[in-house]
């Protein structure tokens, strides 16, 4: 089940990255424009019907690239794509002190969707770059920069990988990949799943339209979603997270954690407790495992709460078939559950 699911999260958050690649892959740039010569810092690209790809990566020659579909991603002649161009937009690439900008319009309000053509942008650059990125047609993909990074499409997914400072993306069109990446990351969608592997420092992800798999974070994470589950591995630090749309399944958590559910079940596998522990399932069951050894200060309330071993010799408080209140090795971190309707199952390894 926890396969099926991860392939799930990774296809809705990848394929329309996928798609593009392949078709750059397979196809000859339209034009390509050298920055050779250009000490880039920043990045403005601005298109409406095309996908964005911006790489930092090193030994690649600075240049944009220019790839050109047509209609249901056929192919154009040269002789056929100027024709339109003329007619219905204006590309444009330019270079002002150390920022190059790529825009790709309509010219008309409107046009005749037989006629339509995809713009799409790919651009080498050095490493410490910045970046403005938009497009409503297609996924963007950013990788191996650092720098200040702002996107949005509402007609794709959104593929990040090796980025370091401030990352802020938007899509209403697909799902989410973040891996590798750190400082301060805010990526939303209402279209698709989010997956975030490998990431520190201060990460906020929500998404009304699909489920969450998070795994190997550090840091202070908020992450929410009303349209699937949420999966955790491997967290370091302080996490939030909540759903509306399905169940939460946490494992190897070494951190603050407070986690919500109103759509299934709750299962949180504690390493270690940091600050605070507080779970909420209002139709589901708990089921929790903590540490044997840690001080806390229990606060466990379901329809039963059952717990292994039976009966802790260093435990002092209330001990009833729905509720436990009271102290473990002395008391010390507060943890709080509480189960609406459904029962609390407590292990100590």
């Known amino acids: 089940m926890i396969m099926k699911t991860y392939l799930i999260f990774f296809i809705v958050a990848c394929q329309s990255m996928v798609a593009l690649a392949q078709d750059n892959e397979k196809q000859t740039p339209y034009l390509t424009k050298s920055l050779a010569n250009n000490a880039i810092s920043s990045v403005v690209v601005n298109t409406s019907a095309g996908g964005i790809e911006v790489s930092g990566q090193s030994g690649q020659a600075p240049r944009v690239e220019v790839y050109i579909r047509g209609n249901n991603n056929r192919d154009l002649s040269k002789e056929e794509i100027r024709k339109r161009l003329d007619e219905d937009y204006d590309l444009s690439i330019t ?49 191996n920069l650092k720098g200040n990074e702002n996107f949005s499409t509402s007609g794709g997914g959104l593929q990040i990988d090796r980025l370091t400072g401030t990352i ?117 069951n708990i089921n929790l495992e903590l540490p044997l050894k840690q001080g806390l200060d229990l606060n466990l309330r379901g329809d039963r709460v059952n717990q292994h071993p039976f009966k802790l010799s260093d435990f002092s408080g209330e001990w009833d078939k729905d509720r436990i209140k009271g102290t473990v090795n002395g008391g010390g971190v507060p943890v709080s559950a509480d189960a609406s309707s459904g029962n609390i199952n407590v292990r100590f390894e």
């Open 95 to 143: 270079v002002t002190g150390h920022e190059v900008t790529a825009t790709a319009k309509n010219k008309h309000n409107f046009s005749n969707w037989r006629n339509q053509i995809s713009i799409s942008f790919k651009v080498y650059v050095p490493e410490q770059v910045s970046t403005n990125l938009k497009t409503s047609g297609g996924g963007i993909r950013l990788d």
């Open 168 to 284: 802020h993306g938007r899509t209403s069109g697909g799902g989410i990949d973040v891996s590798n990446s750190s400082e301060d990351i805010d990526l939303e969608t209402s279209g698709g799943g989010i997956k975030a592997k490998n990431c520190s420092g201060t990460i906020k992800l929500e998404t009304s339209g699909g489920g969450l798999l998070l795994e190997d974070l550090k840091g202070k994470i908020t992450a929410h979603t009303s349209g699937g589950g949420v999966q955790g591995n491997n967290i370091e630090g302080e996490l939030i997270t909540g759903t509306s749309g399905g169940g939460i399944d946490l494992k190897g958590m070494n951190c603050s954690l407070d986690a919500s559910t109103s759509a299934g079940s709750l299962n949180a596998r504690m390493k270690h407790v940091g600050k605070y522990l507080k779970l909420n399932a209002s139709s589901g």
